[in-house]
């Protein structure tokens, strides 16, 4: 089974849907191309890329909102925060200071710029 995104207007990925190996594994390899000749046919979109849950294709699963990006063969999520720095190995977006690593649960605070304590309840 193979995940493919529905891409609209600038790549922005509407939908994805799951096709069976039957329509694209051809002598034991998957085939991109057998999974998008299906879905223009049975859907009639003709603007579709393979994606991976595990990230292994286009290095991030895509999901609804999520744009393909041409030039960096990545699905790129929509920026979480106006702050947050798109990483170009990986394509996800991280926070300007990292995340701090004592255990405890923070939430990002645009305001300041920092993460912020989320109190035990």
């Given at each position: 089974?193979?995940?493919?995104?529905?891409?609209?207007?600038?790549?922005?990925?509407?939908?994805?849907?799951?096709?069976h190996d039957?329509?694209?594994v051809v002598d034991g390899v998957e085939n991109e191309q057998n999974g998008i000749n299906f879905l223009r046919k049975l859907i009639g979109w003709t603007n579709w890329?393979?994606?991976?849950?595990?990230g292994h294709i286009r290095k991030n699963h895509a999901g609804k909102g999520s744009t393909y990006d041409e030039g960096r063969d990545a699905f790129i999520s929509e920026q979480p925060f106006d702050s947050w720095i798109l990483n170009e190995d990986t394509c996800q977006w991280e926070a300007p200071t990292s995340y701090p690593n004592d255990g405890k649960r923070y939430e990002w605070n645009e305001d300041?710029?920092?993460w912020k304590e989320i109190p035990a309840s």
């Open positions: 089974m193979a995940s493919f995104a529905k891409m609209g207007l600038n790549n922005k990925v509407i939908e994805v849907l799951v096709v039957n329509e694209l890329r393979q994606t991976s849950s595990t300041t710029t920092s």
